[in-house]
């Protein structure tokens, strides 16, 4: 039985059907008006195989508590023929706001509506997956912008039901693990923010299809192209959300913190200089196509990781070397292909080498550690040996998911000899590839290696303390003030990586 306008409705409350004010998922919306007077908008959805899935939202584990930026279900029901929603009614949509600015929105505005959208996959991150994120889905109601439409989200912790509608949403906005029909994550939404980032900066998609399988083929294997005109720092954070492997984009709780500093323009001109070169690194090396467009095996899967590591690392490699050069253009700079460059002055050098993939396999004879390393990286400081033999100072950088499983960044952390022990090294503290030492000073219990440095997350865009305290180190070598720290380990590591 078909409902439409002039019908009226019993749910908890009855609801006469005014226009019809367009579709929405797998349904239409109808003004509404309630014995009251009330007006809202009521969405109704067919009873067929899967609608049921429409009214996921109605009983949101743990209830609405919480969840920002969502638009509230005023009633909700069923008749015979259809499910049925009452939700206020919304000023405009995102995709209204853009359609009447016929470009790109100015920044503040579209900064606002991203900082609104990713307040509410922060607070649905671990609850809600929603799937199909597009500014049509999104609404203007009491001055904020709010998710809507969840006729094919997904609980996080829920098996796939038998009807998935894998091949639901929208092309424009489908991150490359939907086209392969993998697990939709909060990932998925993360990388439907970042086009619909792009979209709003720019006036224009980043993957323009137009046929689905020229929107395939783009989410699956082309990188987007540079978003210029925004600030650098919100640049570098679309980059990231549109990253092709899940595991390396920002989680919603990371996204939503630099998008609330993303507009800051402030900057000293060391620190713009940095953003300027790390963005401009990001524009000279775009990622490789990625791998396959079947399902990825593990071995893919690294590789794709790989690449995401290898890219952001060049980003700080070449934001630090670009601060040394302004700094003190006279230093003697030595590339090395494929293996990183050192700088020198005087008889001090510093250096950061390449990324270099790990396999995943084991450490030694020892147990790895419960975080995975897709590859490493070495920072150092090196002087000529004092009379103890002391040769300056080492960190590792480990491209991981040290914290949360399955989000991967760059950490720095560092080792030492256990103080127990009477041998020092010519380096304190040191670096350590994946291998039996780092999975002693890892491990539980008192071993020969320990961990001097906490794991130090490197947030690409964003590198100036880590940037300047290289650099501290490196003016404090060559003006001969280097020495082994007075107290090891530097920091608190206890808790710093995740141990399951």
Partial sequence: MLIGSGDVIQLSRRWALGEQLGKGGFGRVFAATAEDRTSAAVKLVPKEPGASREMLFVDLPGGHDGVRNVVPVLDSGETDSHYAIVMPLAAESLRDRLESVSGPMPLEEALAALTDVATALADLDGRVVHRDLKPENVLLIDGSWCLADFGI?????????????????TAEYLAPERWRSERATAATDVYALGVMAFELMSGELPFPGPDTADFRDQHLHADPPQLAGAPRRLAALVEECLYKAPGARPSPTNLLARLQRAADNGLSPGAAALAGAYQQEVGRRRAEEVAASRALSEQERRRELTEAARRSLRGISSALLEVVNDIAPGVICEQRPDRGWTVQLGRARLGLSDATPHSGGKWGSWPPPAFDVIAHATISVHVPPDRFGYEG???????????RRDAYGWYETAFMVSPLLP???????????????????LGNGINEFQVAWPFTK??????????????????????????RPSTMPEGRPEGSWRRS
């Fill in 153 to 169: 989200s997904r609980y996080t912790e829920a098996a796939t039901a038998t009807d998935t509608h894998k091949w639901s949403g």
């Fill in 393 to 403: 100072r080492s960190h590792s950088l480990y491209f991981c998911d040290a914290e």
């Fill in 423 to 441: 041998k020092r090294g010519r380096q304190d503290p040191f670096a350590l590839p994946p291998g039996e030492p780092a999975a002693q000073a």
């Fill in 458 to 483: 490197l947030v690409t865009g964003e590198v100036e303390e880590f940037i300047d305290r290289w650099v501290g180190w490196f003016a404090a070598a060559v003006d001969g003030q280097v020495a």
